[in-house]
């Protein structure tokens, strides 16, 4: 593991593995490096690329200043990206495919994206910053445990997937980081429709044939809104797709796209 330090000061953990183009992965709420599918995932694609995996600001080795705002998100990103060599392809999945586009809408030096069901619906207005600030408010009252409950509930996650959440052994990582679920909840929300059309570099959306009609409908919606951007479907689970799937995806629109 090694650290950069983001424009405003703050420490952002992150690791490198493999050769080749550098490739930076954004992770979802509640995901870093040492929780969620991005380790797995770098690892299938370090064959062909110096695959960059850090931690979003308030999770694993990474700080979180105060006070928070988008655009030290899309700040840490550029840090990452420099460290990466100064110019890099970007994934990101769900929240952080949101990141992402916001990363290219701000000018950083992202030639290419992919991005793995974006929560963003195109042609619906947005929340304007309800679950945000509803987290915060579960946060500060001290009852993380409910916050990562309400976040999960509110964002659609099929009820079989909650039960028993609260049991499960990884819960206390959840715990630890539910504030940071606001910070993903405001990432989505600046994503407009004029940040999507903004967004001129090659863009790969992808979706899962076992999600619901509404993520793929964001994903497609998505693909359709950006200049450059295709659909994708891939065989996963609900809101994620499989490794076997998904590197080889990535590798040959990255690739292909950079020959």
């Known amino acids: 593991m090694a650290t950069t330090t983001s424009r405003d000061g703050t420490r952002i953990g992150f690791e490198r593995t493999g050769a080749g183009p550098t490739l930076v992965l954004v992770d979802a709420a509640g995901g870093f490096r040492e929780f969620g599918p991005m380790g797995s995932l770098a690892e299938r694609l370090a064959g062909g690329f110096t695959v960059v ?5 308030g999770r694993g080795e990474s700080g979180d200043t105060q006070p928070y705002a988008v655009e030290r998100e899309v700040e840490d990103l550029a840090a990452v990206i420099e460290e990466g060599g100064g110019t890099a392809f970007v994934h990101g999945f769900s929240s952080g495919a949101a990141l992402a586009l916001l990363g290219v809408a701000a000018g950083l030096p992202i030639p290419m994206i992919s991005l793995l069901e974006p929560p ?6 947005p929340d304007e910053g309800e679950l945000a600030a509803e987290i915060d408010a579960l946060v500060a009252a001290g009852r993380r445990g409910d916050a990562v409950e309400h976040f999960h509930t509110s964002i659609g996650v099929p009820p079989e997937m909650t039960a028993g959440m609260r049991q499960a052994p990884f ?3 959840l715990e630890g980081i539910a504030h940071t ?19 001129a570099v090659p863009a790969l959306v992808v979706s899962s044939q076992s999600s619901d009609e509404r993520l793929r409908g964001w994903a497609q919606g998505t ?3 950006l200049p450059q951007g295709r659909h994708l479907t891939l065989r996963g689970e609900w809101h994620g797709v499989s ?4 590197a080889p995806a990535l590798a040959d629109f990255f690739l292909r796209g950079a020959a």
């Open 120 to 125: 963003i619906a195109p042609d619906e207005p």
């Open 223 to 225: 693909a359709a809104a």
């Open 53 to 57: 995996t850090y931690d979003r600001r």
């Open 181 to 199: 679920l606001a910070y993903d909840s405001r990432v989505t929300e600046a994503v407009s429709p004029a940040t999507l059309r903004s967004v």
């Open 243 to 246: 490794d076997d799937a998904l």
């Open 171 to 173: 819960f206390p990582v």
